[in-house]
Structure formats: structure tokens, C-alpha cells
């Protein structure tokens, strides 16, 4: 474990192979393909235009891999369901968090990338810059849902680029390889230094919050590039995070589920503000 926080604090990111056994990935694949199904039953139907003809279809009449192709990524899953929810604490992460982060962790974040063949990556940049906590320990945790391979668009990273402990400016991404997110520029790294992250399916990439890091498109003839993503900080630092908005950016972020040890602010309470979302077309945030 020592020499593993050492790799992290070096490095920036660390890939611990099968943390998560098949069946548990089985699983996590069929509860997407049931969220996914529901969300959709609440979209408006035209957001459905599947056919040439543009015939209006009702999500429930696709088949799974019709319905998933309008999905790129299902934000707060955690807050979908049950079992996504179960997935913050679960012991198989628990014992890393406590290594990495310190003994008292609270995730704040989830996300479900769905990715199917051929939809876009996300443009470099580092998630202090979406979630700032006020003692950089971001940490995000890149879980496997398939093999991810420089073909189907894995995680790249900088490696050492969360150093500086600087957050580089943002601006709209510049390719269309990239989903609408923003795209960090101006920083000193050069285009060789980035490394791909392939990783079998159940493995997970533990990554610093200053980490530069994107990923390509899907560029796979067929399939999914599936991964669930949670971001977890120590429990000491406030989380002056207003999730796009949502809350005033002054307060301290209290959306929040302990994983490990203690809460020092426990006499705050928690809330349940922040609203789950998806993300559907190739190029919307
Ligand atoms: O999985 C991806 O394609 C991007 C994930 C990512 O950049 C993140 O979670 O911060």
C-alpha cells in the first residue's frame, strides 16, 4: 500500500487491476441498460428520431442497443439507484480511498459513461477545475465497465502534470473528437508526454484532481466503452462547488455521502439538492 500512494503521489494515477469481479460488472451493465430505458421514458419522444424516416419511437419498443446509442453518460447514477448508490462505499474501493485520500473520505460525484462505438472523448482537463476542493485532494476513480483500449477511446493521461498543483484557463474544445465539455490550454506539456490507460474490464484508474487527462473518441467498429466514475476528496477540506449552478458557490457543499472515518462537519447534516442529468447528444456538456 505505501508504495502504491507513492506511485499516486508521483505519478498522479494508479490502475489497480481486477478490483471488481464480472459478475459485479454483469450487473452494473444491466442496471445501466434499466436506468437508461427509464430515463429515456422521460425525455420528450421526438429526442428519439431513430429511423430515417423520423418516425417518432417510444424508448420502451428499442431494442438495448438502439436505446443506449442515446446515451453518452448519466451524471449522479448514485442518485438513480440503489445499486449505483452501494458502489460509493463498497469495501473493494473503501480500502484505496483511505490510502490515497487520508482516513476520512466523502464522495460528492458520479458519472456513468455509456460510450458507444464511434460517440466522442472528453478534451483534456483537470476536474479540480469542475469540483475545487480547498486542499487538492480530488480524487477520481475510473471504474472499468469493459476492456478500455486506445481503440475504443481509454482514459489518456499527462503523467506528473498534477505537480504544478496550478489549474491551466478553459475554453470550448477545439476538436470535434472531443464532447461539448471545456478544454484546458496553456499548459507546460507537450502533446508526447500524454500515455494511454488501457484497462481491463473491473480494473480501476485512481486519478489526482490537477491530473491532466482526456479521451478519444470511440473509434471500435462495434461496442462500448462503458466506465462508472466517482470523485471522492478528503472530509476536512469545505467543497465551495456549485455542480453548474445549482447551489451558490459561497456555501459549503453538502451534497455529499461519507465513505470512511469521520465527518468533522457532521453538525452541518447533508442535503439532497444536486439533480441527476444525462447527457445524450454527442456534443452537449
Ligand atoms: O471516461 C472518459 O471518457 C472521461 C472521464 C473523465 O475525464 C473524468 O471523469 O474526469
Known amino acids: 500500500m505505501k508504495a502504491l500512494r507513492e506511485d ?16 459485479k460488472i454483469d450487473e452494473l451493465i444491466l442496471e445501466t441498460v434499466r436506468l437508461c430505458r427509464e430515463q429515456g421514458s422521460q425525455l420528450p ?6 429511423n430515417e424516416t423520423h418516425s417518432p419511437k417510444i424508448y420502451e419498443e428499442l431494442s438495448d442497443d438502439e436505446l443506449l446509442t442515446h446515451f453518452l453518460a448519466l451524471h449522479f447514477p448514485h442518485k438513480m439507484s440503489p445499486l449505483f448508490r452501494s458502489m460509493l462505499d463498497s469495501a473493494e474501493l473503501v480500502q484505496y480511498l483511505a490510502e490515497l485520500i487520508g482516513p476520512n473520505v466523502k464522495c460528492m460525484q458520479s458519472m456513468l459513461f455509456v460510450k458507444k462505438s464511434g460517440k466522442p472523448g472528453q478534451a483534456w482537463h483537470q476536474d479540480e477545475h469542475f469540483i475545487p476542493t480547498r486542499d487538492r485532494s480530488l480524487t477520481g476513480v475510473w471504474i472499468a465497465l469493459d476492456d478500455a483500449t486506445i481503440e475504443n477511446g481509454c482514459l489518456w493521461v499527462i503523467p506528473g502534470s498534477h505537480h ?14 472531443y464532447d461539448g465539455a471545456p478544454e484546458s490550454f496553456d499548459y507546460p506539456h507537450s502533446p508526447d508526454e500524454a500515455v494511454p490507460v488501457e484497462v481491463t474490464r473491473g480494473s480501476v484508474v485512481f486519478f489526482h484532481g490537477y491530473l491532466l487527462h482526456s479521451s478519444l ?7 462500448y466503452r462503458r466506465a462508472l466514475v466517482h470523485h471522492y476528496m478528503s472530509a476536512e477540506s469545505l467543497l465551495p462547488w456549485d455542480c453548474g449552478g445549482q447551489i451558490p458557490v459561497t456555501r459549503d457543499n453538502r451534497d455529499i455521502m461519507m465513505v470512511c472515518g469521520k465527518d468533522p462537519y457532521e453538525w452541518k447534516g447533508t442535503e439532497d439538492v444536486l439533480k441527476p442529468y444525462i447527457r445524450g447528444e454527442a456534443r452537449s456538456a
Open 217 to 223: 473518441k470511440n473509434r471500435a467498429e462495434e461496442g
Open 164 to 177: 504544478a498543483g496550478v489549474l491551466y484557463p478553459v475554453r470550448p474544445p477545439t476538436s470535434e473528437e
Open 8 to 23: 499516486y503521489l508521483n505519478n498522479g494515477f494508479v490502475v489497480i487491476p481486477s478490483v471488481f469481479t464480472e459478475s
Open 45 to 50: 419522444k421526438t429526442h428519439l428520431l431513430t
